[in-house]
């Protein structure tokens, strides 16, 4: 089968088409026939790393497509089930391929109402920040939700889930992504490039910030008393669970993890017209370097998916 790889670490321009036998199903296990993979910014982490020398790398966890075959022990899917999910996470799944082996219960059927590039485009950024503010936050009606970067991968879909929680939801964007983020709910907006968050927004409850740096600490001075920041930026940020013990606020850096009833939550919200991808654009799979390039700009709204069987 078709796959994209790597030999070596660098630049967009390290992956390449390589042939690789099909994957069987193990125990518990499922082969998906993938219609479409979504790209993210863990696939750019993990592609310019080091590793180990001469070993082919395959990259991606984002899949989308139809039950080829099941493994011995399955019976919650079967196959010609659509689903969709982020198999293996943190380990590595190769989902930029024509087929994918997956724990069977780290993927659950795609709504029917959503395409499977927009199915692609929701794993693990949803999920990311589905646990970030229900998982780790705990996040209530009424509640104050800051999101940094709203018009992002995860942010654009953490607009939307805080929105579904209940929330007043704050967004910092360019003035240029304003209109899509109020189209997806955000009560109010602030252009980072032209005014300082710290200033421009009243207290908040919780912060979800996928920058890090400088942004942390800064968001530590917009919580009120008890807040909470979820840092998703790197495990660097865990500093600030010290920083904010002494103000009374509580901080933590999460890393997504497979998550079969977050998944469920997700197809939910999906089904109930609450929860959309914004696709920025769709690639074919030989052009994975290509869409790696365009997710480097880190200017993207929304998400870059690869169209492999569509």
Do not use: C
């Not at 189209?183 to 919780?206: H, M, N, Q, R, S």
């Not at 850096?253 to 998944?263: I, K, L, S």
Request: net charge negative.
């Amino acid at each position: 089968m078709r796959a994209i790889g790597q030999d070596g670490f660098g630049g967009p321009e390290v992956l390449k088409m390589i042939e690789v036998e099909r994957p069987e199903p193990g125990p518990a296990e499922v082969l998906v026939r993938v219609h479409a993979a979504g790209v993210n910014p863990t696939d750019s982490w993990h592609r310019a790393s080091g590793g180990l020398a001469g070993a082919v790398i395959r990259l991606g966890w984002d899949v989308s497509g139809v039950i080829e075959s099941v493994g011995p022990g399955v019976t919650t899917l079967a196959p010609g089930d659509e689903v969709f999910g982020m198999p293996r996470h943190p380990l590595p799944a190769g989902t930029y391929a024509e087929y994918v082996s997956s724990p069977a219960r780290h993927l659950v059927r795609k709504p029917a109402g959503l395409t499977h590039v927009q199915a692609a485009a929701l794993p693990l950024a949803a999920l990311t920040a589905w646990q970030a503010l229900v998982d780790v936050a705990e996040v209530r009606p009424g509640q104050r939700v800051l999101i940094h970067a709203a018009a992002g991968g995860v942010g654009h879909l953490a607009v939307q889930i805080a929105k579904a929680r209940g929330a007043y939801v704050i967004g910092t964007a360019r003035s240029a992504k304003h209109d899509f983020l109020r189209e997806l709910g955000a009560d109010e907006l602030v252009d980072y490039t032209k005014a300082d968050f710290e200033t421009a927004v009243e207290p908040v409850d919780v912060v979800i910030d996928a920058i890090g740096g400088a942004y942390g600490p800064r968001s530590l001075r917009t919580l009120r008393p008890g807040g909470v920041l979820v840092s998703l930026a790197s495990p660097a940020e865990a500093y600030l669970t010290d920083e904010a013990r002494p103000l009374g606020l509580r901080a933590a850096f999460m890393a997504v993890e497979a998550d079969q009833a977050g998944m469920r939550e997700i197809a939910a919200l999906a089904e109930a017209g609450l929860l959309r991808p914004e696709i920025d654009t769709v690639l074919p799979l030989e052009e994975a370097a290509k869409a790696h390039e365009l997710g480097d700009t880190r200017r993207t709204t929304g998400k870059i998916v690869l169209s492999v069987t569509d």
